[in-house]
Nanobody, 114 residues
Framework: QLQFVETGGGLVQPGGSLRLSCAAS????????MAWYRQTPGGQRELLAG???????KYADSVKGRFIITRDNSRRMAYLQMNTLKPDDTAVYYC????????WGQGTQVTVSS
């Protein structure tokens, strides 16, 4: 059964950085594309960054140049390095397959505020 556990969120000042981690299980991690998404209260879930099994990456314009997605197949982990954070980045962040499966983790809250 697919499972995603996101960690690493928190409160950070504008301009700061955070690194999110995603532990995945229940599927053949090595062959699937992974992605990070975020959702604000009352908002739609937004695709931020994706990484293929071959480490090709793609980013939404809103995070391009600031966020970096990576993966470690040996650990079944995906990561999102977030730099130069802005208040608009405040959201709950999720990882999932790309395209996403129906199973979502609990997410991790990121709050960017002074």
């Amino acid at each position: 059964q697919l499972q995603f556990v996101e960690t690493g969120g928190g409160l950070v000042q504008p301009g700061g950085s955070l690194r999110l981690s995603c532990a995945a299980s229940g599927f053949d991690f090595n062959v699937y594309s992974m992605a990070w998404y975020r959702q604000t209260p009352g908002g739609q879930r937004e695709l931020l960054a994706g990484i293929t099994s071959g480490d090709e990456t793609k980013y939404a314009d809103s995070v391009k140049g600031r966020f970096i997605i990576t993966r470690d197949n040996s650990r079944r982990m995906a990561y999102l390095q977030m730099n130069t954070l802005k208040p608009d980045d405040t959201a709950v962040y999720y990882c999932n397959l790309r395209p996403p499966s129906a199973r979502w983790g609990q997410g991790t809250q990121v709050t960017v505020s002074s």
